[in-house]
């Protein structure tokens, strides 16, 4: 194939609930572009006034950002464009390439219903379609037309599609498509054509919902001499009660994901797996993602959104994340839950600590608030409780040969050994009133780490107080 500078373009219609399977329709044409060294664009199709918000448009801007799908052009808005539609409307009806038709709304219910009843495909009759030698009707006074593509007669519509193969579609059973509505504004499939063949899109990635207007799509823009796009049609993504995904069935947004605790690369990782893979690579990082993709690798059945296997890898990507990274990016969430990291202990030192149990940056930053309460104050019968008799002077020992070691998790790991074979005594039995001093609660990472984390002096004042 000779030299092609690849253009891809993502066209979300910003009406609704803009859902993580949305956005997997803006990764792979981004990561083919990239792959490329061609141009990504995003196209905000927003012709529905009623249905498209700009809160919508927000949500996929953000969403793109913080997944890093940097763009080349963009966001053009479909609305902004509408003197452009107009303009080809016309070159259209001067070409007679379409035609104005003076059907009205109850005539064409009329023919629709006669058709049902002859057990006939409802389509346009072309009544209004020019030909040699026709007649047109009389126009009708005061009926304003729409206008409709003449679409070819006979023959097929035939495109190889990346995903599904090659897929024909007769011309029969296509009637002639209204590209303008009566007062001209141009009607959806009308407006992607011109925008395809205006951005030189080389490679329209989308959703397979599309798959029955692209023989619509094929034949305008062959009218207007252009050429037809490379088609690659994305099977659905479907929730984990394998229904397709919406708001209703619990589909959550990536500002969702976001405020959850998952980090951008977690996200980016599982949506390309979500229908793309190479071998059986389940953890990779964007840079060879990009290398990677090819849209040969894509998957030809639905893919199934499985929540448990998106936290495992979060949680792998929460391990392996650089901790200085991670503590910037849980500071947020712990600065949400009351935590004011800049007192305490080392914010960095205690994400490094509760990392390697968490899912979510979120439960970091609930680990993180054992750290940042004030110190416990235990009534007498709940030291009684909790702290059993036996185990005072161990715990007294305990102090004094903590206040002797290093600042050192091996060093405290050492004190502790001492008590504990001195006393006769299981780690869980010293441990557990330990942890139950010094915060309140047996749950606690490793307890040498900790006391590490919240510093000796800190840890030998609270555990003076439950044994005076
Ligand atoms: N606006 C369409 C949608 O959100 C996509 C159109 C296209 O990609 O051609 O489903």
């Known amino acids: 194939m000779p030299f092609m500078h690849i253009r891809t373009r993502f066209a979300p219609s910003p009406t609704g609930f803009i859902h993580l399977g949305n956005l997997r329709s803006a990764l792979y044409p981004w990561a083919f572009a990239r792959h490329n060294q061609g141009d990504f664009i995003l196209r905000i199709e927003d012709t529905d006034l009623e249905r498209s918000t700009q809160e919508a448009v927000d949500v996929i801007i953000e969403g793109m950002a913080w997944l890093g799908l940097d763009l080349d052009e963009g966001p053009i808005y479909q609305m902004q464009r509408i003197d452009r539609y107009r303009e080809v409307i016309q070159q259209m009806v001067d070409a007679g390439l379409a035609y104005p038709c003076y059907m009205s709304e109850a005539e064409l219910n009329q023919l629709r219903e006669q058709q049902m009843t002859n057990k006939e495909k409802p389509r346009y009759n072309g009544l209004w379609r020019p030909e040699p030698g026709k007649t047109l009707p009389a126009i009708p006074e005061g009926v304003l037309p729409v206008i409709r593509f003449k679409n070819p007669i006979g ?113 980016l990782n599982y949506l390309a797996r979500l229908g793309w893979s190479h071998g059986d690579a389940e953890i990779f990082t964007k840079e060879q993602f990009v290398d990677w993709f090819d849209l040969e690798s894509l998957g030809r059945s639905p893919a199934q959104h499985n929540p448990e296997k998106l936290l495992w890898l979060n949680h792998q990507y929460i391990q392996n994340a650089d901790v200085g990274r991670l503590a910037e990016a849980t500071k947020p969430f712990a600065h949400q839950l009351g935590i004011d990291t800049e007192r305490g202990p080392d914010f960095v030192q205690v994400v490094g600590l509760l990392k390697d149990r968490a899912n979510t940056l979120l439960e970091i930053a609930e680990g993180a608030k054992l750290f940042y309460s004030p110190a416990p104050c235990h009534s007498s019968e709940q030291i009684a409780a909790n702290i059993p008799e036996a185990v005072a002077p161990a715990l007294k020992d305990l102090i004094d040969a903590l206040r002797n070691s290093e600042p050192s998790k091996e060093a405290y790991g050492a004190a502790f050994k001492q008590v504990l074979a001195k006393h006769q005594l299981k780690m869980p039995a010293l441990a557990m009133p330990v942890r139950y001093a010094l915060f309140a609660t047996t749950q606690t990472p490793a307890i040498d780490s900790v006391l590490v984390v919240l510093g000796k002096d800190e840890a030998i004042q609270r555990l003076t107080k439950v044994v005076l």
């Not at 209204?178 to 959806?188: K, S, W």
């Open 155 to 267: 023959g097929s519509v035939i495109w190889e599609d990346a995903v599904k193969g090659q897929i024909e579609i007769s011309n029969d059973e296509l009637d002639d498509l209204v590209i303008a509505r009566p007062d001209g504004t141009p009607t959806y499939n009308f407006c992607v054509v011109v925008d395809d063949l205006d951005m030189k899109i080389t490679h329209v990635i989308r959703g397979d919902d599309h798959v029955n207007n692209t023989p619509r799509q094929i034949n305008i823009m062959r009218a207007l001499n252009g050429t037809p796009p490379v088609y690659a049609h994305l099977p659905t993504v479907l929730n984990d009660a394998g229904e397709k995904m919406s708001k209703r069935n619990g589909a959550m947004s990536v500002r969702d994901y976001q405020k959850a605790g998952y980090l951008p690369e977690a996200i």
